[in-house]
């Protein structure tokens, strides 16, 4: 079914794109890929977005708050650029060197909003969450992404939302209101 990554990869904070996580009802039983000694537990499930399914049960110690909340920003990245996707935003190519230079704030005078996300958000967030830094402790993307696309015809009211909720997340719920 392709190469599989190590159980290490699977319990990574950040999984690469093409991974999603979803949870699993326990019945009991052993599923595909699930072992008989961890059924007691509720397996978590992956899709590498095959037809294959992959199950295993995280370790049985505390979770740290921090990497639940990155976890939870790492799932909501995703979720925006699956939406960037759906709605036609997403870039095969990526913008010159000079154009991910800008000094401006969102890149506006080289970028559109959706590039900005694409080259320039998201690959820090990703970056910062895979090397365990520290994440901003502001953040107000969602008004932006809203002023941007009023008038567009383009629904982007999901990708809106998913800006929102890592405004929250990062502003510890002190986000904009968008």
């Given at each position: 079914?392709?190469?599989?990554p190590t159980l290490e990869a699977w319990e990574a904070p950040v999984?690469?794109?093409?991974?999603?996580r979803g949870a699993t009802q326990d019945s009991g039983?052993?599923?595909?890929?699930?072992?008989?000694?961890?059924?007691?537990?509720?397996p978590v499930t992956w899709s590498c977005g095959g037809a294959c399914r992959h199950a295993f049960s995280p370790p049985n110690h505390n979770r740290n708050r921090a990497l639940s909340r990155n976890t939870e920003i790492a799932e909501i990245l995703i979720d925006i650029e699956a939406q960037l996707r759906q709605l036609g935003q997403?870039?095969?190519?990526?913008?010159?060197?000079e154009a991910l230079a800008s000094e401006q704030p969102f890149c506006v005078d080289t970028l559109t909003l959706p590039q900005w996300l694409q080259f320039v958000f998201l690959p820090t967030l990703y970056q910062m969450?895979?090397?365990g830094e520290s994440l901003p402790e502001r953040c107000g993307i969602a008004p932006m992404a809203e002023e941007y696309f009023r008038g567009t015809g383009v629904a982007a009211t999901e990708l809106v939302g998913a800006l929102g909720r890592i405004d929250e997340?990062?502003?510890g719920g002190d986000a904009p209101a968008a």
């Open positions: 079914m392709g190469i599989e999984l690469p794109l093409n991974y999603t039983s052993p599923q595909r890929g699930q072992s008989a000694a961890n059924t007691g537990r509720n997403w870039d095969k190519v990526p913008p010159s060197t969450l895979e090397a997340l990062l502003t």
